[in-house]
């Protein structure tokens, strides 16, 4: 039995003074059991999670409902209600980069962060059995969006308990965000995927270099490879909604391992 999606056209966030479109998928049996409880899944650019046709390149997309109904009928992850959340088309740098850049603008993504934390997890939980818990509660993006994943991560470690960070721009700013690593004083080490394509190349996309050099600071700051760290460097791999759908599943089961009954 496959999940559903579901399409919001109608929630408008105060902060970013526009209505944002949400596609949320409800995995089998979660209108069986009324009662049942959820972990939740956030994504970043929600236009490339599920639907080739709203993609940023036509046809090419994650395919995250295909690989969790498989993953899902194999029992190899826990259920889960995932969010694909648009991002704001033109705002999109601006919105999920830390800091302002002289060249490149951005630094919005703290007020992002408050779309997300204070405006949008309050909305879900009215409509969806959504757990509150930041063990309970990931957040995913690749480019950018790995970069915004990151950053929202380290800053709301309370909120957010598991962290999808695939081909992330440690370039932005001069890599500052490697800064911001070093700087954490939050004791929690939020369980983290995190990915790299082996031929991304440089900036502006990423490169192994940048991304090994995040590894080893994640890893100094406490993060346990195999254990709340799984790397992956995807041997052939660009920088391309095809590269990082095929890195989905492995992600999901990283993330949400099925519980030993």
Same mark, same amino acid.
């Given at each position: 039995?496959?999940?559903?999606?579901?399409?919001?056209?109608?929630?408008?966030?105060?902060?970013?003074?526009?209505?944002?479109?949400?596609?949320?998928?409800?995995?089998?049996?979660?209108?069986?059991?009324?009662?049942?409880?959820?972990?939740?899944?956030?994504?970043?650019?929600?236009?490339?999670?599920?639907?080739?046709?709203?993609?940023?390149?036509?046809?090419?997309?994650?395919?995250?409902?295909?690989?969790?109904?498989?993953?899902?009928?194999?029992?190899?992850?826990?259920?889960?209600?995932?969010?694909?959340?648009?991002?704001?088309?033109?705002?999109?740098?601006?919105?999920?980069?830390?800091?302002?850049?002289?060249?490149?603008?951005?630094?919005?993504?703290?007020?992002?962060?408050?779309?997300?934390?204070?405006?949008?997890?309050?909305?879900?939980?009215?409509?969806?059995?959504?757990?509150?818990?930041?063990?309970?509660?990931?957040?995913?993006?690749?480019?950018?969006?790995?970069?915004?994943?990151?950053?929202?991560?380290?800053?709301?470690?309370?909120?957010?308990?598991?962290?999808?960070?695939?081909?992330?721009?440690?370039?932005?700013?001069?890599?500052?965000?490697?800064?911001?690593?070093?700087?954490?004083?939050?004791?929690?080490?939020?369980?983290?995927?995190?990915?790299?394509?082996?031929?991304?190349?440089?900036?502006?996309?990423?490169?192994?270099?940048?991304?090994?050099?995040?590894?080893?600071?994640?890893? *100094?700051?406490?993060?346990?490879?195999?254990?709340?760290?799984?790397?992956?460097?995807?041997?052939?791999?660009?920088? *391309?909604?095809?590269?990082?759908?095929?890195?989905?599943? *492995?992600?999901?089961?990283?993330?949400?391992?099925?519980?030993?009954?």
């Amino acid at each position: 039995m496959p999940g559903q999606l579901l399409v919001h056209d109608d929630f408008y966030s105060e902060a970013l003074g526009c209505q944002r479109t949400l596609v949320v998928y409800l995995p089998p049996g979660y209108g069986r059991d009324t009662r049942r409880q959820y972990p939740v899944l956030f994504f970043h650019d929600g236009q490339n999670v599920f639907d080739g046709r709203t993609s940023y390149v036509p046809g090419q997309y994650w395919r995250v409902k295909e690989s969790a109904d498989d993953l899902l009928a194999n029992r190899l992850i826990e259920p889960v209600i995932m969010v694909a959340v648009y991002h704001g088309g033109e705002k999109r740098i601006h919105e999920y980069t830390p800091t302002k850049t002289r060249k490149l603008g951005g630094g919005g993504a703290n007020l992002h962060a408050w779309m997300l934390v204070q405006e949008l997890r309050p909305w879900l939980r009215e409509r969806y059995r959504i757990l509150p818990q930041a063990r309970h509660t990931a957040l995913c993006g690749s480019s950018l969006g790995g970069l915004a994943t990151l950053y929202l991560g380290l800053t709301h470690p309370q909120v957010f308990g598991r962290l999808g960070v695939m081909s992330p721009s440690v370039w932005w700013d001069h890599r500052i965000i490697l800064k911001m690593v070093q700087t954490v004083q939050h004791p929690e080490r939020q369980r983290m995927w995190l990915d790299i394509g082996t031929e991304e190349g440089n900036a502006p996309f990423g490169s192994i270099r940048d991304v090994r050099l995040l590894k080893a600071t994640l890893v *100094s700051k406490g993060w346990r490879e195999g254990r709340s760290l799984a790397y992956f460097e995807a041997e052939g791999a660009d920088h *391309s909604e095809r590269a990082w759908a095929d890195r989905v599943p *492995s992600m999901l089961q990283f993330l949400f391992p099925r519980k030993a009954k």
